[in-house]
């Protein structure tokens, strides 16, 4: 009977341990780094009317914090993720900060983990009052976020921050000083990444021509090298998601939005998803992954005109009207290579 005993108590330990180490490994090879590497984005002429709305925050919308020498405390940040705010907005009054400054450290680990459950995560000057902007002013935010993981964060990382998933965030720097200013949480169901997180977005719009494809493909091999995401907007012809799982019928059958289709299948990853300004998001508001078939896929693949969307992440924000999901938007961001 100990003999049993003690069979099986080596079995669930075993397991448990096999189970920890598969779950918290690196894939890589080293276990000691893990790199989130962020570019700030230049902004040659923003819109003045969309940059200004992003960086508002209104009651019925918005919660804000004030952090200065005498506010150093930021557990309510940390509180109004879990209710599920729809945007939050952190103003950096004094002392004048960089953003390595150990008074900033808890909201720089919340980037992280941001970018590490595959959310956006933009840097940008912030430009009003502001008279010269120019490339020599960018400051580089990539080795800042160079840590390493230990099992202790590892498992911190997995247990504490699943509440960052459901968001994006935007930090905004004085360009002459680089001193913070302003960091701002968006919950990924707030409104689109060219609403709420990016300032630039380069603008076309929808139509089912053989045109659009051509356009389409030239404007994201530019934005490779740019950064600057692609927004399409659907104010000319309109385009639903399939109800079902994408395959080759929806691709070849002669309607609206059978040409958009092909893009969303080339793209690396796909994610759809409805929004709402509102001061707390609904948990009913969901973000889902489009799925489709390999066959569906494989006739993409083969076409040379849509290779450009492959290192695309793609945001599509749809409407439920009249029992269809009517597309709003399409966003194409690139995907930066660590």
């Known amino acids: 009977m100990v003999t049993k005993v003690r069979f099986f108590l080596i079995l669930f330990l075993s397991l448990s341990l096999y189970i920890t180490t598969s779950v918290f490994s690196d894939p890589t090879p080293s276990d000691e780094e893990d790199n989130f590497k962020f570019e700030p984005v230049f902004i040659p002429s923003p819109n003045k009317q969309k940059f200004e709305e992003q960086i508002s925050c209104r009651e019925d919308s918005c919660i804000k ?13 940390w509180d109004a993720f879990g209710k599920n705010s729809g945007k939050i907005a952190i103003e950096i009054d004094e002392p004048k900060i960089k953003i390595d400054d150990p008074l900033l450290e808890d909201l720089v680990e919340y980037l992280r983990e ?19 902007l120019g490339f020599t002013d960018l400051p580089l ?27 994006n965030a935007k930090v905004l720097y004085h360009p002459q000083t680089h001193d913070i200013l302003l960091i701002y949480f968006f919950h990924r169901n707030y409104g689109n990444l060219c609403d709420t997180v990016y300032s630039v977005c380069e603008t076309t719009q929808y139509f089912d021509d053989e045109t659009f494809d051509l356009q389409l493909s030239k404007l994201l091999t530019k934005a490779e090298k740019s950064g600057k995401p692609i927004e399409i907007k659907f104010q000319q012809v309109g385009a639903e998601l399939p109800q079902a799982k994408l395959d080759v019928n929806h691709l070849l059958t002669a309607n609206r939005s059978s040409r958009l289709y092909k893009w969303l299948i080339a793209s690396k ?22 799925d489709y078939t390999l066959t569906a896929y494989e006739l993409v693949e083969a076409i040379q005109l849509y290779w450009p969307a492959r290192s695309m992440k793609t945001e599509v924000v749809y409407d439920d009207a009249n029992d269809k999901k009517q597309v709003q938007s399409v966003i194409f961001t690139p995907i930066k290579s660590n």
Do not use: C, Q, W
């Open 65 to 77: 914090f004030n952090l200065n020498k005498d506010k150093k405390d930021l557990s309510g940040v």
């Open 114 to 132: 941001i970018a590490k459950r595959e959310g956006s995560v933009s840097f940008e000057p912030y430009y009003i009052g502001i008279r010269s």
């Open 141 to 167: 935010f990539k080795d800042i976020f160079g840590v390493s993981y230990n099992i202790y964060k590892r498992l911190k990382s997995y247990f504490v921050f699943g509440r960052m998933e459901h968001y």
């Open 269 to 290: 990853e796909i994610n759809t998803k409805k929004t709402k300004k509102e001061r707390f998001i609904s948990l009913n508001l969901v973000v889902t992954v489009l």
